[in-house]
């Protein structure tokens, strides 16, 4: 199981970016595609982007496609979501999640994950 840190979050206004990180502890960083959801106050929890074990196949969300993007180094065990041109729709908390798999596959449905982080608030408002 590999335990997973983000960070990053906070207060912005509206129009501001932000950046998360997915801090993974797993020695085999590279076998892990890796997710981030949000769950937004009082909804479900959502996708939001998804990357794969080589950072080579990507997919976000049509909600932030465009301003949203998803990358990873595999040197550092960290996965990253820069967010650009916030919106008040988009406070959340915002988790990464982790599953072991194969090259070029990722995953955009929180029950293929098994391994969850903590989350991180993201508010954006005037």
């Known amino acids: 199981q590999v335990q997973l840190v983000e960070s990053g979050g906070g207060l912005v206004q509206p129009g501001d970016s932000l950046s998360l990180s997915c801090t993974a502890s797993a020695r085999t960083f590279t076998s892990y595609a890796i997710g981030w959801f949000r769950r937004p106050p009082g909804q479900e929890r959502e996708f939001v982007a998804a990357i794969s074990t080589a950072g080579t196949k990507k997919s976000h969300a049509p909600s932030v496609k465009g301003r949203f993007t998803i990358s990873r180094d595999n040197a550092k065990n960290t996965v990253y979501l820069q967010m650009t041109s916030l919106k008040p729709e988009d406070t959340a908390v915002y988790y990464c999640?982790?599953?072991?798999?194969?090259?070029?596959?990722?995953?955009?449905?929180?029950?293929?994950?098994?391994?969850w982080g903590q989350g991180t608030q993201v508010t954006v408002s005037s």
């Open positions: 999640a982790a599953r072991r798999t194969v090259t070029g596959v990722y995953y955009t449905t929180e029950n293929e994950y098994g391994s």
